[in-house]
């Protein structure tokens, strides 16, 4: 059983840039979460999704962030027009949710970490 | 609302000894989860111990248990014959059981295990 996986693991952009990040739960994972984390801060969280449906959004993604989970498998996160307070690591979660087993424990992937110049 | 406190930044304990890491909450929730999670340096986040509110009994993972005082809302972790590979940070996150998915993070305690 692997684990959950994000890619890439570092992005370097420039402002103004897009970018578009990957995350692949743990297989039969049903939920798939998004947070962020600002260096010697706990992570925030930023959207969730049971299957493909995205059912909670937090204030902190702003018009410019976009996520999408279309099969109800691998997740994108997108940012449109970079900006420099958009430097931070990116993690993707996934629990079993409604599939059984510890549902309410959220399993992390390795982070995207972003540089905006 | 959800909220977490981790009120040391730092702690340090000597390989072999016990550390214990303090963590209060805050919520109207009646039924929620507690959890610890660690985080090594330039390593992804790994779930330490989880605790079901419900529950009177303290979680215990091997070396890992918890002090769950509900009505003083605070979830202190302590580490025992503590090893070179438990320095990382750690941080205490909340969960509602009542639709909420998101976990909530306190700011984490980084801990120095000194050989």
């Known amino acids: 059983d692997t684990g959950v996986s994000q890619d890439p693991r570092h992005k370097i952009t420039k402002r103004g840039q897009n970018v578009t990040f990957r995350c692949d739960p743990i297989?039969?994972?049903?939920?798939l979460y998004w947070y962020r984390q600002t260096l010697g801060q706990g992570p925030e969280f930023l959207t969730y999704f049971q299957n493909e449906a995205q059912l909670e959004k937090s204030r902190l993604l702003s018009d410019r962030f976009s996520a999408e989970r279309p099969k109800g498998s691998f997740s994108t996160l997108e940012i449109q027009r970079t900006e420099q307070g958009d430097s931070a690591m990116y993690l993707c979660?996934?629990?079993?949710?409604?599939?059984?087993?510890?549902?309410?424990?959220?399993?992390f992937g390795p982070g995207t970490r972003l540089t905006v110049l | 609302a959800q909220t977490v406190t981790q009120s040391q930044p730092e702690m340090s304990v000597q390989e072999a000894e016990t550390v214990t890491l303090s963590c209060t909450y805050d919520?109207?929730?009646?039924?929620?989860?507690l959890f610890w999670y660690k985080q090594p340096p330039s390593r992804q986040m790994i779930l330490v111990i989880r605790q079901e509110a419900y529950k009177q009994q303290n979680a215990t993972e091997n070396r890992f248990s918890v002090n769950f005082q509900k009505a003083a809302k605070s979830f202190s972790l302590k580490i025992s014959d503590s090893q070179l590979g438990d320095a990382a940070m750690y941080f205490c996150a909340s969960k509602s059981n009542f639709g909420n998915e998101k976990l909530t993070f306190g700011t984490g305690t980084r801990l120095t295990i000194i050989p």
């Open positions: 979660a996934s629990s079993p949710g409604l599939a059984g087993g510890r549902a309410d424990t959220q399993y």
């Open positions: 297989s039969e994972h049903n939920r």
């Open positions: 919520t109207s929730e009646s039924d929620y989860y």
